[in-house]
């Protein structure tokens, strides 16, 4: 299929994150991510729990938008730290910034009593870090997201998981799914090495907007392709109205 | 004697004092106080510590000038990531900030609520939480293993407001939307409570399963009839955030004329000219 759109197979790339994770919430920011989410569940890993962003859990195949929900579970905020603090999670987060470690900033840039840019504040990414999975959608890969080292540590990386035991202990990151490429952490010091590439994005590209060293293969795989089945979910029952291209640019 | 426990908005304000801790509910932009954070506004009040799940009532008190300090996890619109008006208070340097993990804020206001000295928990470790909050400290497990883990100090509060779906004159409560959120702690890790409310209703006529009857009496020492008091905010199911009208607060917060225009419409009014506005 040579129609396959980037967007495309970003979703494809954020819902493998999700692969053989079995009964665990699934949950996702940004558009991208929460097709992953909800392609992963209608596919390969029909286990995974999928929530509104509200305070419902969802049982059926949601378009993106759609309020028709077959509800199966209640999980007010409250409840998703029993959820987050049990371990049975595996979240998808943005990043403003991220090192190689994959430590992640989306408090502030700049000085903490002033800031130069102000931006949400940590939420609660230093304690989904430390107590369940987390992956990471980045939507712009650039050398101001991938930076030598973060402003402000939100989300935890494997080199400060290492020097605390407590902190390392249910710590784990799995992916980092760009709109260029996939990067995972099995290298011997979990740095992050390039797993992958986009379709029609080349090594060069990757690596200039990457501001560090990543570990790779002389030949990076390409990215897979969905499935003629996976594209059907994605462009006919779960984004129908082409929501995801908002995100990506072709 | 019958329990009357109706109040005023002056009456809430009444209370706050110069330097006060003010616990604010609601999460983000959903059913925020917003009638009582508009009457604080508009009060004499200053150098306030405000604790919120933060959205556009961090912002607005930013903007009046009323805050010393904020406790966060995040400040957001929802719908609209950023919170102009925290963004701007932030990047002057105007105000301080303790900013911490949302899991430890819940943490911090059960350990208020419990009157124990800490509560312990992972949220916060390897982070830099723990450099921007120098105050915070670890605690050795006196069990097995000997686990070091944060230990969250009570997030304990001189005043909490929320706002409910439907309250009685007696100071029961009750929320009718899918999340009370962390409404109930705050009140409980607060010495004065106020609950403003879209309706008083009788106490025999409270509808909807008994579980949304989450806050008692021994927890209020105030409630305040104030019906679209969340507005613009969103406090289902009585109503949705007023997404047409959080964009112009958003518009109106980029420029200095705008934003008197804006106050002198929507801030500096009573509470009838409010809602008469924004119908």
Redesign the interface.
């Known amino acids: 299929m040579s129609d396959i759109t980037r967007d495309e197979y970003c979703v494809i790339a954020c819902a493998e994150a999700w692969r053989d994770d079995g009964a665990v919430l699934a949950s996702a920011f940004g558009f991208i991510p929460t097709l992953g989410a909800r392609l992963a569940r209608a596919t390969f890993s029909p286990e995974l729990l999928i929530s509104d962003g509200e305070a419902y859990l969802v049982a059926n195949d949601l378009p993106l938008g759609s309020h028709q929900k077959v509800v199966e579970g209640w999980l007010p905020f409250r409840s998703v730290f029993d959820v987050v603090w049990s371990g049975r999670r595996h979240v998808m987060m943005g990043a403003v910034q991220l090192d190689r470690f994959g430590n992640q900033n989306i408090s502030m840039i700049g000085k903490h009593d002033k800031p130069k840019a102000q931006m949400i504040g940590v939420r609660g990414a230093p304690g989904n870090t430390v107590n369940h999975a987390t992956s990471y959608w980045v939507q712009n890969h650039s050398t101001r997201a991938f930076v030598a080292s973060v402003d402000m540590v939100s989300g935890v990386g494997f080199d400060r998981a290492r020097a605390n035991p407590a902190a390392g202990r249910f710590h784990g990151l799995r992916r980092v799914v760009t709109n260029l490429c996939v990067f995972d952490f099995s290298t011997a010091d979990h740095a992050m090495r390039l797993r992958s590439i986009h379709p029609g994005v080349e090594l060069d590209e990757v690596l200039a907007n990457t501001g560090f060293e990543v570990e790779h293969v002389p030949n990076v795989p390409e990215t897979r392709a969905p499935t003629v089945e996976e594209l059907r979910l994605i462009r006919e029952v779960l984004d129908p109205n082409d929501v995801r291209k908002s995100e990506v640019k072709p | 004697m019958s329990i009357d426990l109706r109040a005023t908005r002056d009456d809430v304000v009444a209370e706050l004092r110069d330097g006060m801790t003010i616990g604010i509910g609601g999460?983000g932009s959903r059913r925020k106080p917003m009638s009582l954070v508009r009457a604080i506004c508009r009060s004499g009040v200053r150098d306030l510590t405000v604790v919120s799940y933060?959205g556009p009532d961090v912002g607005l008190l930013c903007a009046a000038g009323k805050v010393k300090r904020v406790v966060?996890?995040?400040?957001?619109l929802d719908s609209i990531?950023?919170e102009p008006h925290?963004?701007r208070a932030?990047?002057?340097?105007s105000i301080?900030?303790t900013?911490?993990?949302?899991?430890?804020f819940?943490l911090g206001l059960l350990a208020a609520a419990w009157r124990v000295p800490f509560l312990p928990?992972?949220?916060?470790?390897?982070?830099?939480?723990m450099l921007?909050n120098p105050s915070l400290r670890t605690v050795r497990s006196p069990y097995e293993g000997g686990?070091?883990?944060v230990a969250v100090p009570p997030l304990s509060l001189d005043v909490a407001i929320v706002h409910m779906n439907r309250a009685d004159t007696r100071g029961n409560a009750q929320f009718l939307g899918?999340?009370?959120?962390?409404d109930d702690l705050f009140l409980q890790a607060a010495s004065k409570r106020f609950v403003s409310c879209e309706r008083l209703v009788e106490t025999g006529e409270f509808e909807g399963p008994v579980q949304t009857l989450r806050i008692n009496r021994s927890m209020v020492d105030g409630v305040v009839e104030a019906p679209r008091g969340a507005h613009f905010t969103s406090c289902e199911p009585d109503y949705g955030r007023d997404e047409a009208f959080q964009t112009s607060y958003v518009k109106a917060a980029g420029d200095e004329d705008a934003w008197a225009a804006f106050r002198a419409r929507y801030i500096d009014v009573d509470e009838a000219a409010y809602q008469e506005a924004t119908r």
Do not use: N, Q
Request: charged residues 30%; without cysteine; glycine residues 14%.
């Open positions: 999460w933060g966060f996890g995040f400040v957001t990531p950023l925290f963004r932030r990047e002057s340097g301080e900030a900013e911490m993990d949302e899991g430890m819940y928990t992972r949220a916060g470790l390897g982070s830099d939480v921007v686990e070091e883990v899918p999340d009370i959120y962390f």
